[in-house]
């Protein structure tokens, strides 16, 4: 029991002294230079140092140098507490590495070695790295092996190089590329890149697609030095280019349909119907209406069979034909005259027609041939005397009773010449007087306007013209003493 107590105890031990080897810790290595700032070909002198209670007992490390910055002084490699040391200057292309060996462990600071760099070119860096570092735990005070491939401490020492030489190269921006500036330090190499803006476009309006009724265009900017599209925007739609058209026309039975067609790309709309149109009504006679009878009629659409239910036409008004002589009147004779219908003989209005009366003509009437009765006297008045001296006159009147034929004329005629004679303007008076001796017959003749004779009548008269009384007339005609009687 006492033997397996201690067994128990002896694993803990060995347990708790794993754990405490876990938590050994490394031992502080640091570099410091005696100068960062310095120029060119100046020389920087590097020590590695170890701080208090480090228990350091061996260490491998590489110093890593940036050779085209950096030459070891040869023969600078001053090492301090360190028994046992090599130093391989050419370790590696970058490298030196130190590997030093202690009598016993450190327990104080110390320096571990100290190394120039002459400076070839400014902006270059120093560090360690520790490859192996033995330690003695101090507690167990037994030795441990830290065996580390990077940095112990963040010990970098940075030789900073002003930049004070640079050489500059631009790219000239374009407006589709942005520009550079790099400027190169010309010592170290170091490069700063600066960006040019990229140029503006040289825009010029282009359209992509062009807008149509049926969609939308587009258009853009075209930049006419690197052919770059941009700034795409919608060309709105066109507008329909609408015109009305009929989809199905209209009739008189059927309903049409208009609408608005786009004459472009077909595009229909406003769909509306069409009234229907009236019928063309056309009047059918089936029978025709007469003054005695209606007739029948329909009327039919000219373009459908629609029909009206059949309608009556009225009797006809009578077709009177006004004032047809039924029996012509005579001279003595009235006539008989009415309206007659030229359809149905209907008469009305019967009138008698007034005898024409005669048309008497050369003592005749033209018509009927019945003598003209004599209503007129037609004679020569008898003169006061019927012996007239010589020179001496008379005038000779007719005497009419009654009313003459119209155009009736009087002639006048001597038997001889024993008397001068002049007539009157209207013929009813003649003037004679008195020339040679003798008797004389006078004769007037009524005539109608053709000139046939309607009466007569005559007179003898005796011319008192013997050679004494010629003497006596040329005297009584010297003297202003002729005379002509009136009657
Ligand atoms: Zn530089
Ligand atoms: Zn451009
Ligand atoms: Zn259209
Ligand atoms: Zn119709
Ligand atoms: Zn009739
Ligand atoms: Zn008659």
Excluded at 83 to 101: P, S
Excluded at 199 to 208: G, N, Q, R, W
Aim: net charge negative; with cysteine.
């Amino acid at each position: 029991m006492k033997k397996t107590l201690s067994l128990i105890i002896a694993v803990i031990i060995t347990l708790s002294s794993l754990t405490l080897i876990s938590y050994a810790e490394t031992p502080n290595i640091s570099m410091i230079a005696d100068t960062t700032n310095v120029n060119v070909g100046d020389v920087v002198t590097v020590t590695v140092k170890v701080a208090k209670d480090s228990n350091l007992c061996s260490v491998t490390l590489d110093v890593i140098y940036d050779k085209e910055c950096f030459e070891v002084v040869k023969d600078s490699m001053h090492a301090t507490e360190v028994m046992g040391t090599t130093f391989n200057e050419n370790y590696a292309a970058n490298k030196a590495r130190y590997v030093g060996t202690l009598e016993r462990f450190l327990k104080n600071e110390a320096n571990l070695f100290s190394i120039q760099f002459k400076v070839l070119k400014r902006g270059g860096n120093i560090s360690i790295e520790a490859i192996e570092v033995y330690h003695i735990d101090d507690v167990e005070r037994k030795e441990v092996t830290t065996a580390v491939n990077n940095s112990l401490k963040d010990d970098t020492i940075s030789i900073a190089c002003p930049h004070t030489e640079k050489t500059t190269e631009t790219t000239d921006a374009t407006c589709s590329k942005e520009g550079k500036k790099v400027e190169t330090c010309k010592e170290c190499g170091h490069k700063t890149e600066t960006v040019i803006a990229k140029l503006a476009h040289t825009p010029k309006d282009i359209v992509t697609k062009e807008a149509t009724c049926k969609e939308a265009g587009e258009k853009a900017k075209l930049c006419t030095v690197c052919n770059e599209i941009y700034d795409k925007t919608a060309i709105p739609a066109l507008p329909h280019n609408m015109k009305d058209i009929v989809i199905k026309e209209t009739t008189c039975n059927e309903e049409g349909i208009k609408a608005k067609k786009c004459v472009i790309c077909g595009y229909i709309a406003d769909e509306t119907y069409l009234p229907r149109l009236p019928h063309e009504m056309q009047e059918i006679i089936i029978e025709e209406a007469t003054c005695i009878k209606t007739g029948k009629k329909i009327e039919q659409c000219r373009n459908c069979n629609y029909r009206s239910i059949e309608k009556t036409i009225p009797i006809l008004p009578h077709t009177m034909e006004k004032d047809v002589i039924i029996q012509e009147p005579s001279c003595t004779e009235p006539g008989i005259k009415a309206d007659i219908c030229s359809f149905c003989d209907k008469t009305t209005n019967i009138t008698t027609i007034q005898a024409t009366g005669h048309n008497y003509k050369n003592g005749k009437c033209v018509n009927c041939g019945e003598a003209e009765p004599i209503n007129f006297t037609f004679e020569i008045q008898e003169p006061s005397t019927k012996r007239i001296r010589c020179k001496d006159g008379i005038i000779l009147h007719t005497k009419i009773t009654g009313k003459l034929p119209k155009g009736a004329k009087i002639e006048w005629s001597a038997n001889n010449s024993n008397f001068n004679i002049e007539k009157s303007a209207d013929g009813t008076e003649l003037t004679i007087i008195s020339k040679d001796n003798g008797y004389t017959t006078f004769t007037a003749i009524l005539c109608d306007a053709d000139g046939n004779e309607l009466a007569k009548d005559s007179v003898e008269m005796y011319s008192k013209s013997g050679f004494f009384d010629k003497i006596g007339g040329f005297f009584r005609g010297l003297f202003g003493l002729s005379k002509i009687y009136e009657n």
